[in-house]
């Protein structure tokens, strides 16, 4: 008997640029197997008919209601900006529809646990992109770490950059990206890279337990390509976060906002008593460029490759972003198929919600953060 086929909703789709055109549709056509793009919805009935058109998916709605609404669509995947997402994952979860939401979950912690909650209440999948967590060199380093490479791990060191859009002084257009430039908009250099980021160091190394944080902005406007202007900027461009983690290891973060001159834009180190492993790519948005990693242990004095196996990469596109967004679909299929838990979920999204709010709060006030569990320190 053939397995059943689920089927998609996009909210938000935009030939040719949006996130949900360069990574949703291709991950789900490659799982062509487990999911079917049922329709798309926009702001507009006529926004949706030329994105529909131009992805070559048979329905456009006339709104997100009526999406939702729609009894072939099981999961609702929601990929526009930040602010309407908990409107719209309140109200999917509301008809009984799982949900797919982008990272960040909310504008905030409070929405992000709210939404969670919902879906618990619910009975519904509700999952995250955090897809940096299901990156094969993520899944690899995980592995690596657990079968003891570096020993115990000693403490562990980040320095990246944001990209051009994090900080970098410039958009190229006001009407796609300048909601990124204003604090409120839960859409910054902090929660959206920092995030992913933050999510994907959880899997590896551990829950963070105290935080001491510096968040600036140091480019306080910036330039508009397509129209010339120079709006002001409250969101962040540098974010320091210093502290320890449950095990005990001390961990240091600093993002900065712009594009690496060189290409080099993340330096990740885990030193331990056995040895060393490094992470480096492009930027710091590891959930969407090639990572590599190098090691040296024992009594080796020069890093070398640690290849990822052919294994954490098999049956996934290749393109970077399409091919970690499809891993946490097949998560998600495997998820509703068997009762597993294997996708990131609304509660993992939380998680990462909380260590933003603590840095948010030790930079806000000078001081340390030590964050709690109701069974003591974390």
Same mark, same amino acid.
């Given at each position: ?14 030939p ?9 549709v291709?991950?789900?056509?490659a799982?062509?197997? =487990? ?11 006529? =926004? ?9 998916? %048979? ?5 997100v ?13 929601? /990929? ?7 409107e ?45 967590r299901?990156a ?5 380093? #995980? ?10 791990? &000693? ?9 051009a ?22 859409? /910054?250099? &902090?929660t ?20 001491s ?31 320890? &983690?449950? #095990? ?39 959930q969407?460029?090639p ?10 004095? &020069? ?11 098999? %049956? ?39 260590i ?7 930079? %806000? ?14």
């Amino acid at each position: 008997m053939a397995e059943k086929r689920f089927g998609v909703g996009i909210v938000g789709l935009q030939p040719d640029r949006s996130w949900a055109a360069r990574a949703h549709v291709p991950a789900l056509r490659a799982l062509c197997e =487990s999911f079917g793009i049922v329709g798309v919805a926009n702001t507009s009935r006529a =926004s949706a008919v030329e994105a529909a058109t131009a992805a070559g998916i %048979g329905r456009a709605f006339a709104d997100v209601a009526e999406l939702i609404a729609a009894p072939e669509v099981d999961i609702v995947a929601v /990929t526009v900006k930040v602010p309407p997402h908990f409107e719209i994952v309140k109200a999917a979860i509301g008809a009984g529809k799982h949900v797919y939401c982008e990272w960040p979950l909310g504008n905030g912690l409070a929405e992000a646990e709210e939404m969670a909650a919902r879906a618990r209440e619910k009975g519904v999948l509700g999952v995250a992109g955090t897809q940096a967590r299901v990156a094969p060199e993520i899944e690899y380093l #995980s592995a690596l770490i657990a079968e003891g490479f570096v020993g115990e791990v &000693l403490s562990t060191t980040l320095v990246a950059q944001g990209g051009a859009l994090q900080g970098g002084g410039a958009i190229p257009d006001k009407r796609t990206w300048a909601y990124l430039l204003d604090r409120a908009n839960g859409a /910054t250099l &902090l929660t959206i890279p920092v995030g992913h980021t933050l999510a994907a160091l959880r899997d590896v190394l551990g829950e963070v337990a105290d935080v001491s944080a510096v968040l600036a902005t140091r480019r306080t406007t910036a330039r508009v390509a397509d129209t010339g202007e120079m709006l002001p900027v409250s969101a962040p461009d540098q974010v320091l976060v210093s502290g320890v &983690l449950a #095990s005990g290891a001390p961990i240091s973060i600093h993002y900065r906002g712009g594009a690496a001159r060189d290409g080099d834009g993340l330096l990740w180190e885990i030193n331990g008593t056995e040895g060393d492993i490094r992470v480096s790519g492009p930027s710091g948005h590891m959930q969407m460029v090639p990572l590599s990693l190098t090691g040296a242990r024992g009594g080796e004095k &020069l890093f070398r490759a640690l290849d990822v196996p052919d294994s954490y990469r098999s %049956g996934f596109p290749t393109d970077v972003a399409a091919g970690n967004v499809a891993r946490v679909y097949a998560r998600m299929a495997r998820d509703l198929r068997e009762g597993t838990r294997t996708a990131p979920r609304f509660e993992d999204a939380v998680a990462v919600h909380r260590i933003i709010a603590a840095v948010e709060q030790a930079a %806000g006030s000078g001081r340390r953060v030590v964050r709690r569990t109701t069974e003591g320190i974390l």
